[in-house]
């Protein structure tokens, strides 16, 4: 029996069909939240999205639904484009520069089962300046493999548009970002960052960054972090240079994978303030990110 057909003799009501969709649901949960957490680079807002369509996969006539994951998956596209309109405007008034939310990828409940398109920091910051609609297009392609058709259905846009918003998604992304180092040389780099970062090291520093490498500091205004980026490998090296007797004292420094690659998860007195890590390609270290905000490092903390 197919899910379509389990769906569809279960009905919808009486405690039979509501079990039945909590295990339908339960199937396409992790791309719902791949989908989700793609578009809005938010932990807890793609856990909300998925907790709404769920009740609204609870009130629907799923007898009436022939294909109960692609129903799943536009229903949380189209709530994602809504909610991703409404981030951006709020993002706008954000203290300080905006960060993704990282996401512990150690066991990978959620995002294992897909490929990583979308999924690196580097790729979800680019992504951020894309419309929503280019932003779903773009995730159901290359994050899920979804056919343009699927997605024209999704979006409600004909398949020609489709093809031409991935085809710019696409290239955004390519001329915004260099060729990735693997996830071996980043880990390397990022061990070698925060070693040189912890004693101060001005000329280790310049050596591991690229020369326009870019800092970006999220505190989110709840807690002390540089409320612009700094641009450049001597600037950065000085930036990180200048506060590291008083910001690495009493730190321990554990490893996590987050987003697909390797963080610093930074603890003073066993508590995790800051979620670290470093974007690098063939010229050294592109971007290193401080993740600060405490209501947003909630997921990466409870990594081991």
Avoid at 146 to 162: G, H, K
Avoid at 166 to 175: D, I, P, Q, Y
């Amino acid at each position: 029996m197919t899910v379509a057909d389990a769906v569809a003799e279960s009905g919808s009501g009486g405690p039979e069909g509501l079990e039945q969709a909590a295990e339908v649901f339960a199937g396409v949960r992790p791309r719902l939240f791949g989908i989700a957490y793609r578009m809005l680079g938010s932990v807890a807002e793609a856990e909300d999205l998925v907790q709404d369509v769920w009740l609204r996969w609870q009130a629907c006539d799923r007898a009436a639904v022939v294909n109960p994951a692609a129903f799943l998956a536009t229903t949380a596209t189209r709530l994602a484009i809504n909610a991703a309109q409404s981030a951006r405007v709020r993002r706008e008034t954000y203290v300080g520069p905006w960060l993704p939310e990282p996401v512990d990828t150690t066991a990978d409940p959620h995002l294992g089962a897909e490929r990583g398109e979308a999924l690196e920091f580097a790729v979800l910051l680019l992504l951020e300046r894309l419309s929503p609609t280019e932003r779903a297009a773009y995730v159901l392609r290359e994050a899920f493999d979804y056919p343009y058709r699927q997605i024209a259905d999704i979006i409600q846009l004909n398949e020609a548009a489709v093809r031409q918003l991935v085809s710019r998604a696409r290239k955004h992304v390519l001329r915004g970002r260099r060729a990735s180092v693997t996830k071996a040389e980043q880990r390397r780099l990022l061990t070698a960052f925060v070693a040189a970062a912890r004693s101060g090291d001005l000329g280790a520093l310049e050596e591991l960054l690229a020369a326009d490498v870019t800092s970006h500091s999220d505190g989110g205004g709840a807690v002390r972090a540089s409320r612009i980026p700094v641009v450049g490998a001597f600037r950065v090296a000085k930036y990180v240079k200048a506060f590291a007797n008083q910001f690495w004292d009493g730190v321990e420094v554990a490893w996590a994978s987050t987003n697909g690659q390797t963080s610093a998860l930074l603890r003073r007195d066993g508590q995790v303030f800051t979620v670290l890590t470093v974007s690098a390609s063939a010229q050294g270290i592109d971007q290193v990110l401080w993740m600060m905000n405490p209501t947003k490092i909630t997921a990466a903390s409870a990594a081991p």
